[in-house]
Nanobody, 116 residues
């Protein structure tokens, strides 16, 4: 049974930082491309950051220079370090794991709220 569990969300003031974690089980973690998505109120879900099995990263333009995605294959965990947070970063953040063979798996999401 595949499980992805996010943690680390919360309420923070603008300019603050948060670190999200996503612990995975039931998958061959090191082979997965991992990503963080977010859904803001009234908006479509958007890709925030991606890290490939080889460690290559990609970021949405809106978070470049402020967010950093990383992975620890020994702990089956992916992280999203978020700094200089803005109210526009508010939303539910979802962890995603993907392989071409098995497709997509999603976590249940964690709420991030940035107050101005």
């Amino acid at each position: 049974q595949v499980q992805l569990g996010e943690s680390g969300g919360g309420l923070v003031q603008a300019g603050g930082s948060l670190r999200l974690s996503c612990a995975a089980s039931g998958i061959i973690f090191r082979l997965n491309t991992l990503a963080w998505y977010r859904q803001a109120p009234g908006k479509q879900c958007e890709l925030v950051a991606v890290i490939t099995s080889g460690g290559n990263t990609h970021y949405a333009d809106s978070v470049k220079g402020r967010f950093a995605i990383s992975r620890d294959n020994a702990k089956n965990t992916v992280y999203l370090q978020m700094s200089s947070l803005e109210p526009e970063d508010t939303g539910v953040y979802y962890c995603n794991a993907y392989t071409a063979l098995y497709g997509n798996y999603w976590g249940q999401g964690t709420q991030v709220t940035v107050s101005s």
